[in-house]
């Protein structure tokens, strides 16, 4: 969420204060309704554990993966034209192949 490292350490009003800019400003733009957009991922989220090969098992890396995959599809359909969704996607699911390649 933040763009450049800060020279001195900030305090928890000061990081606060900068998360409601960028989720209020530039994020609203970017990727939409925050209401629409957590739903969508919700949505995605909630389908994913539906159809996971073993649903009893704890998330694992792999899980992870998947899930932030998921986020950025969702934010495809909400929000501005964003293309590091798309490449961030492709990212994710890289990772996610090659922890299950390890895996195995």
């Known amino acids: 969420m933040s763009d450049a490292m800060p020279s001195k350490p900030l305090d928890a009003c000061q990081i606060s204060f900068r998360a409601s800019q960028l989720v209020n400003g530039d994020r609203a733009q970017q990727h939409g309704d925050k209401l629409q957009n957590h739903q969508n991922i919700a949505t995605l989220w909630n ?3 539906k159809i ?3 649903p009893t098992s704890p ?3 792999h899980d992870a ?3 932030q995959a998921l986020l950025k599809i969702a934010r495809t359909q909400s929000g501005n034209h964003n293309v590091d969704d798309y490449v961030d996607g492709a990212g994710y699911l890289a990772l996610a192949g090659e922890i299950a390649e390890r895996s195995k």
């Open 65 to 67: 993966a998947i899930f």
């Open 47 to 49: 389908a994913y554990l």
């Open 59 to 61: 998330l694992d890396a």
């Open 52 to 54: 996971r090969r073993d």
